[in-house]
């Protein structure tokens, strides 16, 4: 059964950072592309990043290219995704997704 299980979030100010990590279980962590998904209220699931199987490459949306890293580690199955210099606009709930799966979601709030 694939477990995909987000932590991390909170509440932070403009211009702070946030780790997020996601552990992943059930599949074969290291044959999959993992990614990092978000949703705004009212908005639609955007993909934020991913990263691809050896980790050796990663690719961001616009709105967060400069700002935000996302990694993997294959030996414990966990991707991270590194938040920096977050803005109001960031504030949404984050996805981890890999293996045609989701996870439940963590919420991150940048309010000042």
């Known amino acids: 059964q694939v477990q995909l299980v987000e932590s991390g979030g909170g509440l932070v100010q403009p211009g702070g950072s946030l780790t997020l990590s996601c552990a992943a279980s059930?599949?074969?962590?290291?044959?999959?592309?993992m990614y990092w998904y978000r949703q705004a209220p009212g908005k639609q699931r955007e993909r934020v990043a991913h990263?691809?199987?050896?980790?050796?490459?990663?690719y961001y949306a616009d709105s967060v290219k400069g700002r935000f890293t996302i990694s993997r580690d294959n030996d414990r199955n966990t991707v991270v995704l590194q938040m920096n210099h977050l803005k109001l606009e960031d504030t949404a709930v984050y996805f981890c997704?890999?293996?045609?799966?989701w996870g439940q979601g963590t919420q991150v709030t940048v309010s000042s």
């Open positions: 997704r890999g293996a045609d799966s």
């Open positions: 059930g599949f074969p962590f290291s044959r999959y592309i």
């Open positions: 990263v691809t199987r050896a980790g050796d490459m990663s």
